[in-house]
């Protein structure tokens, strides 16, 4: 491959990514808008076809000058071939969506107000989304494994599909006010079960670009991948293993570390009754659990951050990726530290006191959890755009922020109790006061997450 052909290829897939995180956009906020109904939503994602297809024009430049002028071979052509199908895709992709936004605003503008989505709607929407996100980063990633999941995720998508037209045909026939919004739910069933279809043949696609396979009008070749899929499902199910992804998404990562987070302050604290208890034996066990959790969770960080290509899409900048990863993760560098910090040094501590520390302890790790419920929240929401869900997120943050103010209280109520306890030795006084606000820190770092979060889901 010659230099001028390697950033030919580059520009082009770059050009694509930033066509494909368009239309994903404009795909997730059409259906906002009907979840909403929120026609001003649905004016933008009509205005905003233009730049769509726009880009779409100048990657068939790229790929037409690439070919007259490079001569690619192999490999190469199969990328030039696919990145155009792939373009012309997307840019269906974004058609479908301005149709589903052109129905929002006429339906509003004539009868104020009809419910948009029902609940097979719904499914179908997850489902389609999901699958268009998933053919663009087995396009990104050259994962022709996820790109067959795609590809056998459409049968379900179809029959979706038929349950939602059969449902509203016996729903019409029920009475005359049931037609306009019956009429208009088969047409948004319709132009979504379009978008799964577009997703599947982009799927396609990229199985041609990786193998150098057609395997567009191959249908032996789902069913058996599919039977065979179920088979070893079954199994798995029998059995009570969890079928594990080739390759998990980012939000996943950071659920997964999340719980590693969780954990390690968990143990930390229970190394923190055995110190109080004198139990050294106890104590030792669970400092090792604390560590063998906070370095788990250190992986997890090293391969987000290692990982990630350059060119994955994400519904969230990747610096605030990384800045929410890292606070999260020091909530757990924190529980080490507290570990390290008890093990220099055995200080006697009363039972009133040993009380007051553990309701601190308790209130951090409350205070933690939320961490965990959020980031699982942030994924549906990052994917739906489900506005209830993005408040369920806010509310949660909130309650972080009134909790840790508690947990502020608390410390400050420690201190005090340590200077009045100690007033002959000043050693204990610092090594304790020091231990408070570490335990504390745990806390400040996950509302710090937390603020990030916050940031992340205003964009």
């Known amino acids: 491959m010659t230099l001028r052909l390697q950033r030919d290829i580059a520009t082009i ?40 297809d726009a880009i779409q024009m100048k990657i068939d430049e790229y790929v037409l000058e690439s070919l007259a002028l490079q001569q690619p071979m192999a490999v190469d052509l199969r990328f030039l071939t696919s990145a155009q199908q792939i373009a012309g895709q997307l840019e269906r992709v974004g058609d479908h969506a301005v149709n589903l936004s052109e129905e929002i605003v006429y339906l509003m503008g004539k009868t104020g107000s009809v419910c948009l989505l029902s609940p097979g709607l719904r499914d179908m929407a997850t489902l389609a989304v999901s699958m268009l996100a998933d053919s663009i980063n087995a396009f990104v990633y050259g994962d022709s494994a996820l790109a067959r999941e795609v590809r056998r995720r459409d049968k379900r998508v179809d029959e979706l599909y038929r349950h939602v037209f059969t449902e509203e045909i016996i729903s019409m026939q029920q009475g005359s006010h049931e037609i306009v919004p019956g009429v208009y739910h088969i047409i948004l069933a319709l132009n979504i079960e379009r978008i799964a279809d577009l997703a599947t043949n982009i799927a396609e696609d990229v199985i041609y670009l990786v193998e150098g396979r057609l395997v567009r009008h191959d249908e032996s070749e789902v069913s058996e991948v599919s039977d065979v899929h179920g088979k070893v499902k079954e199994e798995m199910d029998k059995e009570g293993i969890r079928e594990k992804k080739g390759r998990p998404e980012p939000l996943e990562c950071l659920e997964r570390h999340a719980k590693y987070v969780c954990d390690a302050i968990d143990q930390s604290m229970r190394a923190f009754t055995a110190y109080c208890d004198g139990d050294g034996e106890g104590f030792r066990l669970y400092l090792e659990k604390t560590r063998e959790l906070e370095q788990a969770a250190d992986l997890v960080k090293r391969n987000v951050r290692s990982h990630l290509p350059r060119g994955v899409i994400m519904p969230i900048d990747k610096f605030e990726l990384f800045q929410y990863l890292n606070e999260q993760d020091d909530v757990a560098n924190t529980a080490e530290d507290i570990m390290d910090w008890l093990s220099y040094r055995t200080v006697v501590i009363g039972e009133p006191l040993k009380r007051e520390y ?64 100690y007033t002959e030795d000043l050693f204990p006084v610092y090594f304790l006061v020091r231990l408070v606000e570490l335990i504390g820190r745990t806390a400040d770092h996950a509302v710090g997450a937390a603020d990030v979060m916050r940031s992340m889901i205003a964009r």
Do not use: W
């Open 358 to 421: 553990h309701r601190l302890y308790s209130q951090c790790i409350d205070i933690t959890g939320v961490l965990f419920e959020i980031i699982k929240d942030a994924r549906v929401y990052f994917q739906l755009g489900d506005e209830e869900v993005r408040v369920r997120i806010k509310q949660g943050i909130r309650r972080m922020r009134d909790e840790e103010t508690k947990a502020d209280g608390m410390e400050h109520r420690i201190k005090k109790v340590i200077f009045e306890t």
């Open 13 to 52: 897939k770059n050009t694509l990514l930033q066509m494909s995180s368009l239309v994903e956009e404009a795909v997730k906020s059409a259906l906002l808008a009907c979840q909403q109904q929120n026609p001003d939503l649905a004016r933008l994602v009509i205005e905003r076809d233009e730049e769509i």
